[in-house]
């Protein structure tokens, strides 16, 4: 049961957006190889700065001098099943806030074992569609059931969710073309991370990393032909979105149940 | 010999394409570092929904409940040299259709050895240039010798020829300003592996790829100012891909030998 | 002391930038896994061929039958820590120039160490900016100390300095938007790789390939949005770029000290 209250305006998402573009905070992504080239972009789109290693050797000293890490499970080959506990970690002893992305679980048994064993190391948020939450809680576990207070989720879809068992936000951004582009929901993961650097709430971090991302999803859609003009359109309406633009487009809810609680 | 005549038509092209943007089949792509993110992104324009790991524990997995394999012998790394075996095998067990992509063979002798030993697992469509055949097939060996009923060959270059022996396809469709962009000829194995859980004959499935991927690269080089903008052209120019333009573009010849066979 | 006076104009640029067009030199490419994709269409879009292959058993022979070779210590892998010294030492052995990036070498002991290691193999040019070889250089040492006659040294920053010990050059070309783009400065170092295939002086040829690299990004900094559109616009402006652009644009200053020595 959600029961309290949430205030998130589009001037405080701005406000957060204008602190993370003076703070230019460094944010480690543990991603698949996929996602590394485009994820980089969007993360220096919104003046954060990427670093991508996932070697072994190399992952924990990188965790640890970051701000943020984002892991995310695509591509999961050898070498990242054992850099990712190390770099969860480093990132948690170091108080660095930890974005978890189970890419395709649902699609993988042995992938779908590793996401869960990860769980145990207590991300800051947990990023994932309803095939993914499926496969992670099986038995039709609700919404309620999966976000807790030690486990904020954002769970993203035609709408997005955003809960802590205790607050739930509904975002309504973003546009059907994104889908048509490999990796946009992977790098609005990182987009997640850089928030936590700058708003220590979970869920209001995440809210404000999705609206940002999926309202300059918007601005692009409408000025791309189709999928491949949307990459650069994508990339330059993150770098120069603005107070305005957000105000204008944000589509956020408050699903507090009850009231007076 | 070729000796079977061949009908396709631009309408048979399009209503392949309909068919698989209907289906949105799954086409798992075990392809070089350098291809992957592209190639991604060229199987969504197409309809079709990508996957990409090379995990050795998850390919297995992925390729069975793909609907289509691409193997592609780029970045040949020890992951991809234990993955790709096991995927192959799993796909054929499965009963789907492999095309085998033998990047650069003829650069380096212990990957062309790879390869070779990868044609005994009988991949439904072998797609590569002269320099990669004659590093695969030495001793002069001619399309017609290098083409038959158990393998598909779809030769890319200036023009593209397609046969299994008796049949054979010339395609005069691309652009010159493909070339200057890596990965084009990566990602058309891609095309042409989700145009095979759309039609069953290899010989026609991969002329419809290669003529969609072409002639989305001749409307795209057109609008292009260099290779930088021809790669959202393209992309912009698949996903948009209609039959009118199909039927306006298409340069296709059937190469039937003889009479009356 | 830089004692030897340099002579580069404008049009040995254009007339190097043109032979390489006509040679299209083979560029082996041990790069990290976020540039790999990027750095390979900027190899073909000034008119070079790539090849990025780091799988051990292959890649001395790519390394041997390229015309130069890039490493880039990004993502520094187990793999990569393999593959690196082979290529390195095979690309010397074949007489191939060698360019080294060591990439946030600052931001990890152990990469450090590693690329410290790899001075030693003596690569033709060092490319890196001031925190990367303020961790390779400790102690306070000056530029004049850490380029000699067998270390030629680019330092990138927002002025490049470009030496050997005896010859010293400063480029004030480029734009702050290049570095919101990810493996800008990774694209860079292949590009002066392949300017080391025309060009045998490893200053002038990194003056070349770093002129050629940033007047292009000046001209596609004009002409984006953003960061997203400055990708394919800098593709388009490397692949069309000509002598009237590099004349106009060109700011080279010989940073020759002392007379008549």
């Known amino acids: 049961m959600t029961t309290v209250p949430v205030s998130l305006t589009s001037d405080m998402i701005a406000a957060a957006l204008h602190q993370l573009r003076q703070n230019a905070p460094k944010v480690h992504c543990v991603t698949n190889t996929v996602a590394q080239y485009f994820t980089a972009n969007v993360v220096l789109a919104i003046g954060a700065v990427p670093s991508m290693t996932i070697a072994v050797d190399e992952v924990e000293g990188f965790a640890t001098n970051a701000d943020a890490l984002l892991v995310n499970l695509g591509t ?28 395709k ?69 973003g546009h059907p073309l994104l889908a048509q582009v490999t990796a946009t929901g992977c790098a609005g993961g990182a987009v997640m991370a850089a928030f936590l650097t700058v708003e220590p709430d979970p869920v209001l971090a995440a809210a404000m990393g999705l609206s940002v991302f999926n309202i300059a999803g918007e601005i692009a859609a409408e000025r791309a032909r189709g999928p491949g003009s949307l990459v650069p359109e994508l990339l330059d309406a993150l770098y120069l979105l603005d107070a305005d633009q957000l105000d204008g487009r944000l589509k956020l809810s408050d699903l507090q149940e009850g009231t007076g609680s």
Chains 1, 2, 3 share one sequence.
Do not use: W
Not at 76 to 100: N, Q
């Open 76 to 103: 999961l080959d050898d070498t990242r099943r054992v850099a990712i506990p190390k770099a969860m970690r480093a990132a948690r002893d170091a108080g660095r806030p930890v974005v978890l992305d189970p890419v």
């Open 105 to 173: 679980v649902h699609r993988s048994k042995v992938r779908c074992e590793f996401a869960v064993g990860l769980l145990a190391e207590k991300p800051t948020l947990l990023r994932a569609n309803e095939d993914e939450l499926g496969a992670l809680f099986p038995g039709g576990a609700t919404f309620g059931d999966m976000a807790d207070k030690d486990r904020t989720l954002a769970m993203s879809g035609r709408q997005d969710l955003i809960g802590d068992g205790q607050k739930c936000l509904r975002l309504d951004n």
